[in-house]
T-cell receptor, first 114, second 114 residues
Framework: SQELEQSPQSLIVQEGKNLTINCTSS?????LYWYKQKYGEGLIFLMM?????EEKSHEKITAKLDEKKQQSSLHITASQPSHAGIYLC??????????????FGTGTRLQVTL | DVKVTQSSRYLVKRTGEKVFLECVQD?????MFWYRQDPGLGLRLIYF???????EKGDIPEGYSVSREKKERFSLILESASTNQTSMYLC?????????????FGSGTQLSVL
């Protein structure tokens, strides 16, 4: 079965600083999803990557999928308190081409200090 | 906006009780999912359903059952609750018409079994 390892497990950054979260898969990624979870709440979809070398951005968040499709990174530029939460990567490792059976990483907990 | 509603945010039950967790979505999504989230283990798929009365086991179905009598409602049942079922339960839905088929999550139910 596919395993996703996220690093770091937790992160504390000062407001305005940049940060990067990594998601590494034990198998080829056919689809990689990034979600954000506010503490004690459900997950909110951020971005989805499918092609090797693909990069997507939304506001100050950029996600990349490497050429070999086994690692993704999430980069936040000029962090703000609103970025605080848990970031999870989810992967379609079965090659179904759908989100029907995603495997999730254990998450990266981000705190942004003033 | 898609809304996935879980009936309770917090629930406290006793060992051996039968527990029902309800989830309703309002976007006519075909697929619905139940996950549990535990510290250090991330999200794990319990069951999912791709149509009314259709269900498929996820990674950790033991001790759980599900019911989908109507398209908008997906129920998770703990036949005889045990303390190791204390967890955050997250319901999600997805549409086959969405090219990314991203998951939409409810706010979660924190279940404590005493």
């Amino acid at each position: 079965s596919q395993e996703l390892e996220q690093s770091p497990q937790s992160l504390i950054v000062q407001e305005g600083k940049n940060l990067t979260i990594n998601c590494t898969s034990s198998k080829t990624l056919y689809g990689l999803y990034w979600y954000k979870q506010k503490y004690g709440e459900g997950l909110i979809f951020l971005m989805m990557l499918q092609k090797g070398g693909e990069e997507k951005s939304h506001e100050k968040i950029t996600a990349k999928l490497d050429e070999k499709k086994q690692q993704s990174s999430l980069h936040i530029t000029a962090s703000q308190p609103s970025h605080a939460g848990i970031y999870l990567c989810g992967a379609d490792g079965r090659g179904t081409g759908t989100a029907s059976k995603l495997t999730f990483g254990t998450g990266t907990r981000l705190q942004v200090t003033l | 906006d898609v809304k996935v509603t879980q009936s309770s945010r917090y629930l406290v039950k006793r060992t051996g009780e039968k527990v029902f967790l309800e989830c309703v979505q309002d976007m006519d999504h075909e697929n619905m999912f139940w996950y549990r989230q535990d510290p250090g283990l991330g999200l794990r798929l319990i069951y999912f359903s791709y149509d009314v009365k259709m269900k498929e086991k996820g990674d950790i179905p033991e001790g759980y059952s599900v019911s989908r009598e109507k398209k908008e409602r997906f129920s998770l049942i703990l036949e005889s609750a045990s303390t190791n079922q204390t967890s955050m339960y997250l319901c999600a839905s997805a549409s086959l018409r969405d090219v990314n088929e991203k998951l939409f999550f409810g706010s979660g139910t924190q279940l404590s079994v005493l």
